[in-house]
């Protein structure tokens, strides 16, 4: 109870959820000794593949016995999820006290929630000098409340396609736009890009990060992967090449952040070695990332046949999510809530040969698209229909033996549907 009233405190101070400046995070981390200056950094940028790369990197990490606190936005089920040190998750007191004592160096100044939360990971971080953080940035990076570092070993540059777009003036509602907010002002030490959807967006992010004076390791030029039967893929850059068994987690778009993930620990020479990645890959974390759901309330309803929930909500990772989908060879049934800010349309249109289509109310978000208006958008896809909510959707569905059935288009979902379970 004492965690969700300074977290509701935290909403007050502020009118807006975003407000995109950093005068305001800069302000209080000054206050509390700025405490980002003291921390060893590496920042993930990008649109898709941000938390899948920052896992895979960090159970690599902990293989070869490194501490690590690590920064990832949103959660999924608690806040606690965000804030990791020492390689643990941060207790509901441990993290109430942390809020507590921000909140009163803060002294009622406005600033948002997700300014505040900045604030506290860095002041707590700092606590652990010796220990490498993995911070996720949100939104466009530029004015993004962790964009107030001012060096770190390294910068992940994920897979970047539109999203957010609502934050953008129409005129500059572009991919172009996009990377200039993203890899803008990437700071001078290292900058890793992983593999984009297209040669035109890697094109652009060569292009904005041209005067960046900074080490630059690119995906294709500097470091691949392939797959090879017998299961298990090879990965290859300067240092040599790697046959690494196939991770724990699904879908092919993983084995490009795993292998995002490698570039960047072996630029940065951390003397980890190929026994650590072999492990770790094997042991990475993947809350509502195709996440196969095997037991629960949920899965009791679909009984024998195959369950994962995705919170791939935009173009990018619709197309990666489809990608997976395409790999397999049985009938799909998909059930998908989103949120109104999203290209629904676009969204879908990656969607190939699905048996079904359900779409459904999010119940928990008031800035969602309800499912009937979700369904009229969906009207070019053949077999849509429309249910309430997320277990009248799995109870309306004729599973056949063998059928997979996935409930994606949010991560909010996602967490509903985690909860539910």
């Not at 759901?293 to 791939?312: M, Q, T, W």
Request: charged content about 25%; aromatic content about 8%.
């Amino acid at each position: 109870m004492k965690l969700q009233k300074i977290l509701s405190n935290f909403q007050k101070l502020h009118p807006k959820e975003i407000d995109l400046s950093l005068d305001r995070i800069k302000n209080l981390c000054e206050k509390l000794g700025n405490p980002q200056n003291k921390i060893k950094a590496i920042s993930i940028v990008g649109t898709n593949g941000k938390n899948s790369t920052i896992q895979a990197a960090y159970s690599i990490l902990k293989e070869a016995n490194f501490e690590c606190n690590v920064y990832t936005s949103p959660h999924i089920q608690k806040i606690n999820e965000r804030f990791i040190f020492n390689n643990q998750e941060l207790n509901d007191d441990d993290l109430a006290d942390l809020f507590e004592e921000v909140e009163k160096i803060n002294s009622n100044q406005p600033i948002t929630v997700f300014e505040m939360l900045s604030a506290c990971f860095f002041y707590k971080a700092a606590q652990y000098p010796g220990n490498i953080n993995l911070i996720e940035s949100g939104l466009f990076h530029r004015f993004d409340a962790v964009n107030i570092l001012e060096t770190n070993l390294a910068s992940i540059v994920t897979s970047i396609s539109k999203d957010h777009l609502d934050w953008l003036p129409k005129d500059k509602q572009t991919i172009e736009q996009i990377v200039f907010e993203k890899t803008s002002t990437l700071l001078n030490s290292n900058i890793i890009i992983a593999k984009q959807s297209t040669k035109e967006t890697m094109n652009c992010i060569k292009k904005n990060i041209l005067q960046n004076k900074s080490n630059k390791v690119f995906f294709n030029d500097d470091f691949s992967y392939s797959v090879n039967e017998n299961d298990f893929f090879y990965y290859e850059d300067k240092f040599g090449g790697l046959k690494l068994p196939m991770p724990n987690v699904l879908g092919q778009y993983q084995l490009e952040n795993i292998s995002t993930a490698i570039a960047t620990l072996r630029t940065l020479d951390l003397e980890i070695r190929d026994e650590h990645i072999k492990k770790g890959i094997k042991n990475i974390s993947s809350l509502a990332r195709l996440q196969e759901i095997k037991s629960g309330k949920l899965k009791e309803l679909v009984k024998n046949n195959r369950f994962i929930v995705d919170g791939s909500h935009n173009e990018g990772g619709a197309k990666a999510l489809n990608e997976y989908l395409q790999s397999l060879n049985c009938n799909k049934h998909v059930i998908i809530g989103m949120m109104a800010n999203k290209e629904h349309e676009k969204y879908i249109s990656y969607f190939k040969d699905i048996s079904s289509i359900t779409t459904i109310d999010l119940k928990t978000q008031p800035n969602s698209i309800s499912g009937k208006d979700l369904k009229e958008k969906f009207k070019s896809m053949t077999n849509v229909q429309y249910q309430p909510n997320i277990k009248q959707a799995i109870e309306s569905i004729d599973l056949k033996e063998g059928d997979l059935l996935l409930i994606t288009g949010s991560l909010y979902g996602a967490a509903e549907v985690l909860s539910l379970n």
